[in-house]
């Protein structure tokens, strides 16, 4: 993490959020109870019963005097309590549950390793690490205690549904305390009626005449019994009226006189009193009051930059002293209470109209100045300086951001309120990575050419130009064109000697991003080597929210050039991780989506188990191209294996409507082509035109990869070329570095010219060479269309023993898929119907009235019934005998 | 559609400012405030604006058109 100055954001925390930002400590603090605090034991006592119910909820208006209650008893507890006040904003659940595990991380609550603690733990709010934590918590001896102030500041619904979910699974290991203004939407009638919930409502908050008078006399004010009674009645025990009118009767020359007046009024409480209490306060103390309402924290620095005046430090200090408005946060920071701060905001608006932009703007500046991006940023967009807002994205070379990460969504909702009118070489480049990001090509690329020329060449605009490289390498990629991503990643090596080096390194996601565009470009050019070279690199990253999805496309990319490689074993595991990370993450599409899963149907196409390609083709399709421009190298691979799937289903015909990609590109690719030429070609050969089948084959010029060459080979020996097709396959088989699926398909090829040469020894002598390798991975495909006269040569006594067991699916061999030799139970088929809706096992057991154990008993017969060791696997083999 | 919400207590000029999209008037003792509603969010909009504000919402209701 880079050094961030202490009087940025408030004081931070070691470890980093998902967005790479410390956490803030103050939304960690108990907050501190002011002087003129009055504790009540009716209430103290009533919370105490939060330790003996699960949920316990504080429910009360603004200024009812909730948080101080919860955090002076929890001061009082003698345990920790993991404490978190929660922010309006645009964080989303990934955000609230990293802060949720660190509060309960500082508080000293055990958890796993890999979850909390570490940015790399928390991705996406996957529902693994809700259920994991939800575990951790059950097995405590000690349940810990969890409290969740200003609850109703958390917009995203989906929020309250996992709280649920974790408090209902953590059984006693979890006491949730939540502080809110209004009802969560929790099931709290549920709770109400196992009398699992303890609840303070604004009622029992309000003040007693008793309280009032203790309160009263803090502030120095000594009132007789009735006159309480009529403030209290007044002002209906809320705790804010009471405080503003102790405040203002404090201040004014005869204080039992003043509270007779308001008492008699009719003003509203809040309003009234604190347009009185400020209204006393000198001019400068009143402008400061205002015009830090448009801020959530502030220090002192913070302040003046609004007020223009040096002055904030002495007055923060001062107001803090009289308890007047302003809470201490520690450490010089402070926020207004949040009542007194919404009724400021309303005065300032009323007192100097137009103002508050101006001080978003401000703080938008000083806060950038000060490294504080998030923060300014939404300064930046609540004064709608757009140019201001997108400069501050582009110079802290941020504009991944847009494209990848936690942040995506939230940044992308921030800029919508960009209008047209907005001009400026940043703006353009905002513009530009919105419309890329939803492939919107034509849009993308005009914003960038607008952002390109408005950059002169200079170390202030280096962020900017790096920027627009890197929206380049994406409209390389879009584009197919392999030199335009070259050039820019070159450009971009040369950018990054420009650019300060904190920057770089807070920003992984800048380089990952242009890795993988590129990896993807050489790709699509069939330069595989070079590919390889660039995707490695992102693949070897660290986890990291950030990197997560370029890492999931390198992953698929990687895999793709092994099944060109003719490695299905190895493209198998790669595909897997990259569809692993895709599944759990959710998250915004990425162009090369689904890639994994095509990987996994092209290899499942191969080992003859069509139905799970089927499904798999439909998985991927899911993540397919949506409106826009699709991803040459996705779509390209997703015509390729549907076209090889109408051919082992034996409909040549779709096979070549399939096998051409809908796809404009700047060069063409080898191995679409060779693959669409392949298509043609078998449509040609199935209708008895060999010849014109061998001029199509002739077209090809570069077969793109040892598997394609192999095939073509075998479409060329097909054709009647055998002499060529033999040489072919003699070289692919001597090259060494290719792995079985070239091999088994070159020495397939040489089998059958050696067949039809009459030299059945030889052709026999290959087989089996073939047989053997294949069998190692189930690479069945070839052998099934290898023609009758190879299947004749398979049928005879040596080679049919080699073949048994595991390439015609009659019987079970070693390396076959087990038959379903028990049937499934009837709750077994309830538990697989629940896996196939990517329920959690925790979920199921909730879902079906069950414990967790039994679920994972259920999951292991299963398991062993369907002859498989993991659940994806477990739905796949299920859908492909018709279970679900 | 059209809204009326009635809040205890005699709002301030300034405070009534807070809800430019509607007209008020006081009368004994209660600030009535009301005007067009665009839909849904608009009026939970409104009914949280008066909760941030410390205001209590006596009484809200749909006016006939």
Redesign the interface.
């Known amino acids: 993490m880079a050094a961030r100055d202490d009087s940025t954001r408030g004081p931070a925390v070691g470890y980093a959020d998902p967005l790479g930002e410390p956490f803030l400590r103050t939304r960690f603090a108990v907050p501190a109870r002011p002087a003129t605090f009055v504790r009540r034991p009716r209430l103290t006592a009533h919370l105490d019963q939060a330790l003996d119910t699960p949920l316990t909820m504080v429910n009360g208006a603004a200024g009812a005097g909730k948080t101080l209650l919860v955090a002076d008893w929890a001061a009082g507890l003698g345990q920790p309590v993991a404490w978190l006040t929660n922010e309006a904003g645009d964080q989303g659940p990934g955000m609230f549950w990293a802060y949720v595990l660190h509060a309960l991380h500082t508080a000293g609550t055990p958890l796993p390793a890999g979850i909390g603690g570490s940015p790399e733990g928390i991705r996406m709010v996957d529902h693994r690490l809700l259920a994991r934590l939800a575990d951790e918590l059950n097995g405590r001896d000690r349940p810990a205690i969890l409290v969740l102030d200003e609850f109703d500041r958390l917009a995203a619904p989906e929020t309250a549904e996992q709280l649920e979910f974790v408090l209902h699974h953590a059984g006693r290991g979890l006491r949730l305390i939540l502080v809110t203004r209004t009802e969560p939407l929790l099931p709290l009638h549920r709770y109400r009626a196992a009398a699992a919930m303890t609840e303070i409502r604004n009622q029992e908050l309000a003040f007693t005449p008793e309280e009032a008078a203790d309160l009263l006399a803090r502030h120095g004010l000594r009132l007789p019994a009735h006159a309480a009674r009529a403030l209290v009645e007044r002002t209906g025990g809320w705790a804010a009226g009471l405080r503003l009118s102790a405040l203002a009767a404090q201040q004014s020359t005869d204080p039992e006189t003043y509270l007779k007046e308001f008492e008699a009024g009719h003003s509203t409480i809040a309003d009234f009193l604190l347009a009185e209490v400020v209204g006393r306060q000198p001019p400068e103390t009143q402008d400061l009051l205002l015009r830090v309402s448009v801020l959530d924290r502030f220090g002192p620095e913070l302040a003046e930059a609004l007020t223009g005046r040096p002055d904030a430090g002495p007055l923060l200090a001062g107001l803090c002293r009289q308890n007047a408005f302003v809470e201490d946060l520690g450490h010089s920071w402070y926020r207004l209470h949040p009542l007194f701060g919404e009724i400021l905001g309303v005065h300032l608006r009323a007192r100097s109209p137009g103002l508050e932009p101006e001080l978003h703007r401000r703080a938008a500046r000083w806060l950038r100045a000060h490294g504080a991006v998030p923060d300014a940023l939404a300064h930046g967009a609540a004064a709608a300086d757009w140019e201001c807002t997108a400069g501050i994205l582009v110079d802290d070379l941020a504009i991944g951001r847009l494209l990848t990460g936690l942040r995506a969504d939230d940044l992308t909702r921030l800029f919508s309120g960009m209008g047209p009118e907005a001009t400026g070489a940043a703006v353009d480049l905002v513009r530009a990575a919105r419309a890329l990001s939803e492939h919107d090509l034509d849009h993308g690329l005009a914003h960038l050419g607008r952002a390109e020329e408005s950059l002169p060449p200079g170390a202030t605009t280096a962020a900017g130009r790096l920027s627009c490289v890197l929206l380049e390498s994406l409209a390389a990629r879009l584009t197919g064109s392999p030199d335009r991503a070259e050039q820019a990643v070159s450009e971009a090596a040369r950018l990054r000697r420009e650019v300060p080096a904190h920057l770089l390194a807070r920003h992984p996601e800048l380089t990952a991003l242009l890795q993988t565009h590129l990896g993807s470009a050489r790709v699509w050019a069939g330069h595989f080597d070079e590919a390889r070279a660039a995707l490695t690199e992102v693949a070897d990253l660290p986890g990291d929210a950030v990197t997560e999805l370029p890492r999931e496309d390198c992953l698929g990319h990687l895999a793709l050039i092994d099944y060109f490689d003719g490695r299905p074993d190895r493209a198998e595991s790669r595909a897997l991780a990259a569809t692993d990370a895709t599944r759990h993450c959710g998250g915004r599409p990425f162009p090369g989506a689904g890639l994994g899963q095509l990987v996994l149907a092209a290899v499942a196409v191969d080992r003859d188990e069509l139905g799970r390609a089927r499904a798999l083709l439909a998985e991927a399709a899911e993540y397919g191209p949506g409106p826009g421009v699709p991803d040459p190298v996705t779509e390209a691979y997703r015509a390729l294996v549907t076209g090889r799937l109408h051919l082992a289903l034996g409909d040549p015909a779709a096979a070549a409507h399939a096998a051409d990609p809908a796809v404009r590109t700047q060069v063409t690719s080898p191995w679409a082509e060779a693959n669409a030429a392949l298509a043609a070609a078998a449509v040609l050969l199935a209708e008895g035109r060999p010849g014109r089948a061998a001029e199509v084959l002739d077209g090809i010029e570069r077969p793109g990869g040892p598997v394609c060459a192999a095939e073509v080979a075998w479409a060329r020996l097909a054709a009647g070329h055998r002499e060529e097709a033999v040489e072919t396959a003699g070289r692919l088989c001597t090259e060494g570095r290719t792995g079985l699926g070239v091999t088994v398909r070159a020495t397939l090829v040489r089998a059958r010219a050696a067949a039809e040469a009459g030299d059945a020894g030889t052709a026999r002598k290959l087989l089996a060479r073939a047989l053997l390798e294949a069998r190692r991975d189930r690479l069945r495909r070839p052998f099934l269309d290898a023609g009758p006269g190879i299947r004749r040569l398979l049928d005879t006594p040596p080679l049919h023993g080699l073949a048994a067991g595991w390439l015609y699916g009659d019987g079970p061999g070693a390396d076959s898929p087990p038959l379903l030799v028990e049937e499934l139970s009837g709750r077994e088929r309830e538990v697989l119907g629940r896996l196939a809706q990517m329920m959690s096992t925790q979920e199921i057991a909730a879902d079906l009235y069950v414990s967790v154990n039994t679920v994972k008993t259920h999951l292991k017969s299963i398991y062993r019934k369907l002859g498989v060791g993991r659940r994806g696997d477990a739905v796949r083999r299920a859908r492909e005998r018709g279970l679900l | 559609m059209r809204y009326e919400i009635r809040?205890?207590?005699?709002?301030?000029?300034?405070?009534t400012?807070?809800f430019p999209e509607m007209e008020h008037v006081t009368m004994s003792?209660e600030?009535v405030l009301f005007g067009p509603v665009v839909d849904e969010a608009h009026l939970y909009g409104l009914l949280n604006r008066c909760?941030?504000?410390?205001?209590?919402v006596v009484e809200m209701r749909r006016l006939p058109e």
């Not at chain 2, 909760?51 to 209590?56: E, P």
Request: aromatic share 0%; net charge neutral.
């Open positions: 809040v205890e207590g005699t709002m301030s000029e300034t405070l400012r807070a003792g600030t909760l941030s504000l410390g205001l209590r």
